[in-house]
C-alpha cells in the first residue's frame, strides 16, 4: 500500500483555526502579512507559529539556518488601474546545508500544503536576498 503525502501530513484542529484567522485578516490589511509553518519531523504534522509578520525582510530574519519552512504570505500589490490587490502565497524555504532528508520530507509536503492552505502560488527559495525579491516578483 503506498501512503500519500495527504494521508502522512496532517493539520490539527488548533493548526486549522490559526490559519483560518490568519487568512480571513490578511484581506483588510495594507500591509504584508506572513506566517511560518513547519513540519514535525515525529509526528509530520503541520504546525503555524503564533506570530504574525509584517514585512519579508523579518520573515527572512526569523527563517533558520540549515532547516525548511514554509511561509504563507499575503502582500498587498497595486494593480495598473490603482486598485489593491493582495495575492496569497506560499514560500517554500530550503536554504542550503539543509540535510537531504529534511529536504525530502518538506519537498514531499510541498504540494499537500500548498492545497491544504489555498494559496495561488508556490515560491522557492534558498536565501534572504530570494526572499525579498518574492515582493518583485509579485509586483510584476
Do not use: C
Amino acid at each position: 500500500m503506498e501512503i500519500t503525502s495527504s494521508s502522512v501530513y496532517k493539520f490539527s484542529d488548533e493548526t486549522n483555526a490559526k490559519l483560518r484567522k490568519f487568512r480571513l485578516s490578511t484581506s483588510r490589511k495594507n500591509e504584508p502579512q506572513a506566517i511560518i509553518l513547519s513540519i514535525d519531523r515525529q509526528t509530520f504534522e503541520v504546525i503555524a507559529e503564533d506570530e504574525v509578520y509584517n514585512s519579508l525582510s523579518d520573515v527572512a530574519d526569523e527563517l533558520p539556518d540549515g532547516a525548511p519552512r514554509y511561509v504563507l504570505l499575503s502582500y498587498p500589490v497595486k494593480r495598473h488601474d490603482g486598485s489593491l490587490s493582495s495575492p496569497y502565497v506560499m514560500l517554500f524555504w530550503s536554504p542550503e546545508g539543509t540535510s537531504p532528508a529534511l529536504k525530502m520530507q518538506y519537498a514531499g509536503a510541498t504540494q499537500h500544503v500548498a492545497k491544504a492552505t489555498g494559496v495561488i502560488k508556490t515560491f522557492d527559495v534558498s536565501d534572504e536576498d530570494e526572499v525579498l525579491e518574492v515582493a518583485d516578483k509579485l509586483a510584476a
